[in-house]
T-cell receptor, first 113, second 119 residues
Framework: LAKTTQPISMDSYEGQEVNITCSHN???????ITWYQQFPSQGPRFIIQ???TKVTNEVASLFIPADRKSSTLSLPRVSLSDTAVYYCLVDRPGSGGYNKLIFGAGTRLAVHP | GAVVSQHPSRVICKSGTSVKIECRSLDFQATTMFWYRQFPKQSLMLMATSNEGSKATYEQGVEKDKFLINHASLTLSTLTVTSAHPEDSSFYICSARAQGGAELNYGYTFGSGTRLTVV
């Protein structure tokens, strides 16, 4: 599966919108883009997954351009509790539960009062 | 939604002893589970793929004799750290994905992790 690259860290303030961009230049046709959130001393938690264009759920939006070589996770109106590490991964859900998820360094988001 | 339960959440053991960590899929069956370890301020590193009814597949550099994995049923995988040493102290996390249906759209579910401290 394709490797991903994302900023190591970001800072924001409460109430702001945060956009984290991830590049995945070698993404394959069957691959999806998936984002996870991890708090200290907890396992990662699934946030959102998409294939192309835009996906939105109650937590975030995911924007994927036509060439799919990058994606942007958008967190609306962040709060202090959104301080966490965010991982962008390429996943192949069509393969069932058999494909490995390889984590990159992630983006450490710090939300300030 | 899919739930993965991991136990214990933290364990302290003496150097040279063995520790077993359990990972259970509570509301789905998982023929494959994954084990990760994570050091402070670092990302998750995949250790091995646990396969129900067969041998685990280890990532390069992971000692299979030290990290024993058993996946005896469709809902339980165990990781045993044998002859633990202080350098094995880490955060161990398991994951699995529910098969079929809408769950395919919800990525992998991770356990809450096990903090192992070897003294």
């Amino acid at each position: 599966l394709a490797k991903t690259t994302q900023p190591i860290s970001m800072d924001s303030y409460e109430g702001q919108e945060v956009n984290i961009t991830c590049s995945h230049n070698n993404i394959a046709t069957n691959d999806y883009i998936t984002w996870y959130q991890q708090f200290p001393s907890q396992g990662p938690r699934f946030i959102i997954q998409g294939y192309k264009t835009k996906v939105t759920n109650e937590v975030a939006s995911l924007f994927i351009p036509a060439d799919r070589k990058s994606s942007t996770l958008s967190l609306p109106r962040v709060s202090l509790s959104d301080t966490a590490v965010y991982y962008c991964l390429v996943d192949r859900p069509g393969s069932g539960g058999y494909n490995k998820l390889i984590f990159g360094a992630g983006t450490r988001l710090a939300v300030h009062p | 939604g899919a739930v993965v339960s991991q136990h214990p959440s933290r364990v302290i053991c003496k150097s040279g002893t063995s520790v077993k960590i359990e990972c259970r899929s509570l509301d789905f069956q998982a023929t494959t589970m994954f084990w990760y370890r994570q050091f402070p301020k670092q990302s998750l590193m995949l250790m091995a793929t646990s396969n129900e009814g067969s041998k685990a597949t280890y990532e390069q550099g992971v000692e299979k004799d030290k990290f024993l994995i058993n996946h005896a049923s469709l809902t339980l995988s165990t990781l045993t750290v044998t002859s633990a040493h202080p350098e094995d102290s880490s955060f161990y996390i398991c994951s699995a994905r529910a098969q079929g249906g809408a769950e395919l759209n919800y990525g992998y579910t991770f356990g809450s992790g096990t903090r192992l401290t070897v003294v």
